[in-house]
C-alpha cells in the first residue's frame, strides 16, 4: 500500500530494523547486568564481618552524580527533571602504612577531620563507625 520503490531507503529501512533491535537488546543487557553486579557488591559488602581497625583519616572526597531524566506526558510536551546524588568516601591510613579509601554508608563524613586517628569499624568496601582516640 505505501510502497516506496526499490531506491527510496531500501537499504536504509533493513539497516535500522536490523541493528536497532540489537542495540536496544545490548543497552538493556547493560543496565540488568549493571543492576545485578550492584546488588552482588552489596550482598557481599553486607555480608562481610564487621572488623575494627586502628587507623588515621588521610583524606576525604565527596563524588557527586548529576542525573538528567526526560519524560513525554502524551500531550507532546517533555518533562526534563535533574536530579544528583552525592557519594561520600574517607580514606583511612593503617599502622603498615597501607591506605584505603572507604565509601562512607553511616554519615561519618561530617564527623571526622582529616588528621584524625582512632577506631574505625569496617565492613568490606564500607566505613560504618569512627571511634576517635583521645589525644
Known amino acids: ?22 542495540l536496544v537488546i545490548v ?4 543496565v540488568i547486568v549493571r543492576m545485578v553486579m550492584s546488588g552482588a557488591r552489596y550482598v557481599k559488602n553486607a555480608s562481610t564481618p564487621q572488623e575494627s581497625i ?7 572526597r565527596m563524588d557527586v552524580r548529576h542525573y538528567t531524566n526526560q ?3 502524551g500531550s ?4 526534563t527533571s535533574n536530579s544528583s546524588r552525592t557519594y561520600y568516601y574517607i580514606t583511612l591510613e593503617f599502622d603498615n602504612g597501607d591506605r584505603r579509601e572507604y565509601l562512607d ?13 582512632g577506631y574505625a569499624a569496617v565492613q ?4 560504618v563507625a569512627f571511634e576517635r582516640s583521645a589525644g
Open 54 to 60: 586502628y587507623a588515621k583519616v588521610v583524606a576525604k
Open 124 to 127: 568490606g568496601e564500607w566505613i
Open 27 to 30: 543497552v538493556f543487557a547493560i
Open 1 to 22: 500500500m505505501f510502497d516506496m520503490g526499490p531506491s527510496f531507503g531500501g537499504g536504509l529501512s533493513s539497516f535500522m530494523f536490523s541493528v536497532v533491535p540489537i
Open 105 to 117: 554508608v553511616k554519615n561519618l563524613y561530617g564527623l571526622v577531620v582529616e588528621g584524625d586517628m
Open 71 to 73: 519524560h513525554n506526558h
Open 76 to 79: 507532546g510536551a517533555i518533562h
